[in-house]
């Protein structure tokens, strides 16, 4: 079954808007290639201080495994902040840019 992952972190207090969405546009690219993840949202709130990603995976498995332990690492270096991470089965996905609605059996 597919599982969403939101993902939260603070950002700190000199990085504006538009710094956040240009590390958000650099680091883009990274998530390509990431095992069994099949798309990504990012996170910005309206007042610019937390952000994050909201993610669609195959399977919890992968998810995790995104989320290890230098993933952690790295957000803390980057941003000094620790990330919250939620898991959520998504067992029903309607995706009107393909016009399909898939279900887990």
Known sequence: MSVTAI??????EDKTREAARAAFEASAPLYRSVPGLIRKYYLLSEDG???GGVYLFDSREDAERRY??????GIRER???EPS???????VIVDNEVGAVSSAA
């Not at 993902?7 to 700190?12: D, K, Q, T």
């Not at 290890?68 to 690492?73: I, P, S, T």
């Not at 991470?85 to 067992?91: A, L, Q």
Request: glycine share 8%; hydrophobic share 50%; no cysteine.
């Open 68 to 73: 290890d332990a230098a993933w952690r690492a």
């Open 79 to 81: 941003l000094g902040a």
């Open 49 to 51: 201080r937390t952000g």
């Open 7 to 12: 993902v939260r972190f603070a950002l700190p």
């Open 85 to 91: 991470i939620e898991y959520f089965e998504s067992p």
